[in-house]
């Protein structure tokens, strides 16, 4: 296993980060259990939830994820002091969680307290922002027309934020939280929290969790330049595409009891016809190159300039085994060139 530094916060983090969000849903903690074993085997040391997991989100599911690693935590506490455990704070549109309200400081203070009891630990080494309070150019949202920029307020979003990262300070001079990240923001997000980091001597965001992967890449390049200038950690969600990539939904299949089964609040706003184009070639590739579709995609993803670690998921132990030796392979300069010629071909499938 591989290891790179997150961001400027001095720690090492695998260069896969184990995902956890269908633990609770479509995993149990028996599954949960094995997945940590195994990946904890294989040197991952990185493990990312949120508070609004499982998903598909509901007011059923909320916080069972962290849940289900607290469990774990509590019958292994000897190992916790070697994984990094990364949750996140939901931001506004969930009525079941603070009402639907936005992130604010004490919306910080009192979500960490509950994701602590859930995890039954004294700390949480990253603690993300999982989306901004206002809209942003992710789910489908990029492209023009979609979102009126002009018509945000930028001063009253740059004093939420600062709000945000008092509360952030609170939870880390209580030692509650060791190191804050973003995720599904902007560069424009991120440069108002480094600002005002710096203004107000507060926490830096040591991180972004942004969805990329092949057919899904506009943060490069960015993005992914001011995180690599600023140090900050970039970490892809997605790089799998929910699964498309994997090539299982080619063609209109619906594997039972995967993801593209279960209700998406969004829609299956990924399965569009170039998506479908685009994944048939790559899995052609994959296959013509002895290896998976999805290891095609991991390894790519993980050779990709600025990128520190790929959150991977999976259902079964046997898609995590395949995911996880992604992370041994290099691809070859003419496995790369064939890859960037379909990728010119269909840059933003969706």
């Not at 990029?142 to 945000?152: A, D, H, N, S, Y």
């Not at 710096?198 to 990329?212: D, W």
Request: aromatic share 8%; hydrophobic share 40%; glycine share 6%.
């Amino acid at each position: 296993m591989q290891y790179s530094q997150l961001g400027s916060s001095g720690v090492s983090v695998s260069r896969v980060c184990l995902g956890s969000m269908t633990w609770g849903v479509q995993n149990t903690q028996h599954d949960a259990d094995q997945q940590i074993a195994y990946a904890l085997e294989q040197g991952v040391n990185f493990i990312d939830t949120a508070e609004m997991y499982a998903v598909p989100p509901s007011p059923d599911t909320y916080g069972k994820t962290e849940e289900i690693i607290g469990n774990w935590i509590a019958r292994n506490s000897q190992k916790r002091k070697d994984i990094v455990i990364a949750t996140k704070i939901a931001g506004n549109g969930l009525s079941w969680v603070r009402d639907g309200g936005n992130i604010t400081r004490q919306a910080v203070i009192d979500a960490v307290d509950h994701s602590l009891k859930r995890l039954q630990t004294d700390y949480i080494d990253l603690y993300q922002l999982h989306w901004p309070n206002r809209r942003t150019p992710h789910f489908a949202r990029q492209w023009p027309g979609m979102l009126k920029f002009t018509e945000v307020d930028a001063k009253q979003h740059t004093a939420d934020m600062l709000d945000i990262l008092e509360g952030l300070d609170a939870c880390v001079k209580a030692g509650k939280i060791k190191h804050c990240g973003l995720s599904d923001d902007t560069p424009w997000g991120i440069s108002q929290f480094l600002n005002l980091s710096k203004e107000h001597n507060l926490p830096k965001m040591v991180s972004i969790q942004n969805e990329f992967s092949l057919v899904h890449a506009k943060d490069w390049p960015y993005l992914i330049e001011q995180c690599v200038h600023e140090d900050i950690a970039y970490l892809p969600w997605s790089p799998l595409a929910a699964g498309l990539l994997t090539g299982k939904y080619l063609n209109g299949a619906r594997p039972e009891g995967s993801r593209w089964t279960f209700m998406q609040r969004n829609g299956i706003f990924r399965d569009t016809p170039e998506s479908q184009q685009a994944t048939k070639e790559y899995v052609e590739l994959a296959h013509a190159h002895a290896i998976t579709p999805a290891q095609l995609a991991l390894a790519w993803c993980n050779q990709v300039d600025g990128v520190t670690s790929s959150i991977i998921g999976a259902t079964t132990m046997a898609q995590l085994k395949e995911d996880i030796d992604a992370f041994d392979l290099t691809l070859s300069d003419d496995v790369l060139s064939a890859i960037d010629i379909i990728f010119r071909k269909n840059p933003m499938p969706y």
